[in-house]
Nanobody
Framework: VQPVESGGGLVQPGGSLTLSCVVS????????VGWFRQAPGKEREFVAG????????WYDDSVNRRFHISRDNAKNTVFLEMNNLNPEDTATYYC????????????????WGQGTQVTVSS
C-alpha cells in the first residue's frame, strides 16, 4: 500500500486548494484513508478521513465546514478540498492508509505518503 499525494502549493488567505491522494493496494472493504498535516515545530495532526466503500467521513473540528473529503473509487483517489484557507493551515499535508475506519490517531495508519506542502500567505 503506497499513498501518493499531489496538489500542494502557495495560496492566498481566503483561497482554495484541492489535494489528491492515489492509494494502491488497499481499496477494498471499509478500510480508511486519512489526511494529516504537520506544521514546523508542531506535532502531526488529523484533518479528515474517509472509507472506500461506505464513504463514512470524519473531520477534525478545526477544519469542519471548510474542508471537504471525497473519493473516486474508479481512480483509487481520495481528494481533500480546502476552502477559506488561512495562514494557520500552512503545513505539510500527508495522506495515509489504515486497515480500519474512523481512525484519528496517526498510530492507526500503517502506510504514509511523502507529503505535499501547502502554504497560505499573501
Amino acid at each position: 500500500v503506497q499513498p501518493v499525494e499531489s496538489g500542494g502549493g502557495l495560496v492566498q488567505p481566503g483561497g482554495s486548494l484541492t489535494l489528491s491522494c492515489v492509494v494502491s493496494g488497499r481499496t477494498v472493504s471499509d478500510t480508511g484513508v486519512g489526511w494529516f498535516r504537520q506544521a514546523p515545530g508542531k506535532e502531526r495532526e488529523f484533518v479528515a478521513g474517509i472509507t472506500w466503500t461506505s464513504a463514512w467521513i470524519w473531520y477534525d473540528d478545526s477544519v469542519n465546514r471548510r474542508f471537504h473529503i471525497s473519493r473516486d473509487n474508479a481512480k483509487n483517489t481520495v481528494f481533500l478540498e480546502m476552502n477559506n484557507l488561512n495562514p494557520e493551515d500552512t503545513a505539510t499535508y500527508y495522506c495515509a492508509s489504515s486497515p480500519w475506519a474512523n481512525q484519528r490517531r496517526a498510530e492507526e495508519y500503517d502506510s504514509w505518503g511523502q507529503g505535499t506542502q501547502v502554504t497560505v500567505s499573501s
